[in-house]
Nanobody, 121 residues
Framework: QVQLVESGGGLVQPGGSLRLSCAASGSIFSIYAMAWYRQAPGKQRELVAAISSGGTTSYADSVKGRFTISGDNAKNTVYLQMNSLRPEDTAVYYC???????????????WGQGTQVTVSS
């Protein structure tokens, strides 16, 4: 059993900052990648940022230069620092982790419950 617990969402004014956290716990053998997705009302879920176990990062064009993804392997935790927030960043943000639960077993995707980020004056 694996659990992902997200925190850090909320209401912020345009230009403000928020930091999201996602901690994975349970039967974790190895984490291969961690990512943040978001889904705005009426839109499809989209990839915001991802980080591999080796630290390689990637970002959606819409957040490059404003958002930073980072990970703490010792804590099985991924963070998303969001700066210069815009109203169009408003969405439910989901943590996603690709991990294996035992040696020799294939990795699976796990999802957090989602945290609301609202950017509004």
């Amino acid at each position: 059993q694996v659990q992902l617990v997200e925190s850090g969402g909320g209401l912020v004014q345009p230009g403000g900052s928020l930091r999201l956290s996602c901690a994975a716990s349970g039967s974790i053998f190895s984490i291969y990648a961690m990512a943040w997705y978001r889904q705005a009302p009426g839109k499809q879920r989209e990839l915001v940022a991802a980080i591999s176990s080796g630290g390689t990062t990637s970002y959606a064009d819409s957040v490059k230069g404003r958002f930073t993804i980072s990970g703490d392997n010792a804590k099985n935790t991924v963070y998303l620092q969001m700066n210069s927030l815009r109203p169009e960043d408003t969405a439910v943000y989901y943590c996603n982790v690709l991990l294996g639960t035992a040696a020799g077993e294939p990795p699976y995707d796990y999802w957090g419950q989602g945290t609301q980020v609202t950017v509004s004056s």
